[in-house]
């Protein structure tokens, strides 16, 4: 099955900051998803990106098929931004998650 | 209305006893999903129905059954389980096909076998 790498796998940013989320794939997909995880477990869509660029507010992402990964960008963070982001894509239906980012923002 | 629900939110079960997973869709999505999650991982599938068929099972142990009596509901039939079985189960649907395969999650169930 496909292998998804996400880093870094851990990160630490004052509130203001921006930043960068990568996943690479090890096989071409044609369904990519960005989720941000709550505390409470419930996977909240952010884009659903299997190729090109999306944007929606301080969030962005961008998918490069060609060379089979895609960046999240986080800009001018909040606290409320903490949480576990994932990355996920796999051929239609079949989803395998990256092992996530986890954010924490820093007031 | 992009809501996918689930019942209940947290279950604790023996290991001989049976319990169900309820997830209800109401967005018109022709294929429907199982997960589980552990703490501090990703979640995998487990099951995908589409058009109400089973489609995909990804090699789960018996002790867990998926049924789709419609298009709209799912169920999760648990028996005999152990306590590694203990975990978050998520439920997601998509449409399917030229429709894409955007997925939206419920909220979980939070099971707890001891």
């Known amino acids: 099955g496909i292998q998804v790498e996400q880093s870094p796998p851990d990160l630490i940013l004052q509130e203001g900051a921006n930043s960068t989320l990568r996943c690479n794939f090890s096989d071409s997909v044609n369904n990519l998803q960005w989720f941000h995880q709550n505390p409470w477990g419930q996977l909240i869509n952010l884009f659903y990106?299997?190729?090109g660029t999306k944007q929606n507010g301080r969030l962005s992402a961008t998918t490069v098929a060609t060379e089979r990964y895609s960046l999240l960008y986080i800009s001018s963070s909040q606290t409320t931004d903490s949480g576990v982001y994932f990355c996920a894509g796999g051929p239609n239906e079949k989803l395998t998650f990256g092992t996530g980012t986890r954010l924490t923002i820093i007031p | 209305d992009t809501e996918v629900t689930q019942t209940p939110k947290h279950l604790v079960m023996g290991m001989t006893n049976k319990k169900s997973l309820k997830c209800e869709q109401h967005m018109g999505h022709r294929a429907m999903y199982w997960y589980k999650q552990k703490a501090k991982k990703p979640p995998e599938l487990m099951f995908v129905y589409s058009y109400e068929k089973l489609s995909i099972n990804e090699s789960v142990p018996s002790r867990f059954s998926p049924e789709c009596p419609n298009s709209s509901l799912l169920n999760l039939h648990l028996h005999a389980l152990q306590p590694e079985d203990s975990a978050l189960y998520l439920c997601?649907?998509?449409?399917?096909?030229?429709?894409?395969?955007?997925?939206?999650f419920g909220p979980g169930t939070r099971l707890t076998v001891t």
């Open positions: 990106i299997p190729s």
């Open positions: 997601a649907s998509s449409q399917s096909g030229q429709g894409g395969y955007e997925q939206y």
